[in-house]
């Protein structure tokens, strides 16, 4: 599986923005998908999964009710949506891949849980 995740940009505290994770080969669409985020200086963090069905959603504390993860398995894509963007989300965010087949599951959260990465792309804040 090739992930590619792409969406990032410069935006003002408080902007929405969509992370967009596109994937090709695989059977993606049976996979639990994550987004996690490396601000500089500091470990790479998670930020939400979602299960293949996209009914089932974890997230960070950081994120939650501010952020919505989802998927369109006939796109293999999968979708971070960030609202009310803080200078603090400013990080390279990545989406992985877990080849669980069928997960009822999206309570994946280290790095190891994942085989699969993408790429990152850029998210800049300003404040």
């Known amino acids: 599986v090739q992930l590619q995740a792409f969406g990032g940009g410069l935006v003002q505290a408080g902007d929405p923005l969509r992370l967009s994770c596109a994937a090709s080969g695989g059977t993606f669409s049976t996979y639990v998908v994550g987004w996690f985020r490396q601000a500089p200086g500091k470990e790479r963090e998670f930020v939400a999964a979602i299960n293949w069905s996209g009914g089932r959603t974890s997230y960070a504390d950081s994120v939650k009710g501010r952020s919505t993860i989802s998927r369109d398995n006939i796109k293999n894509t999968v979708y971070l949506q960030m609202n009310s963007l803080k200078p603090e989300d400013m990080a390279v965010y990545y989406c992985?891949?877990?080849?669980?087949?069928?997960?009822?599951?999206?309570?994946?959260?280290?790095?190891?849980?994942?085989?699969?990465w993408g790429q990152g792309t850029l998210v800049t804040v300003s404040s």
């Open positions: 992985a891949a877990k080849r669980r087949y069928y997960s009822t599951g999206a309570h994946y959260t280290g790095e190891s849980d994942y085989d699969y």
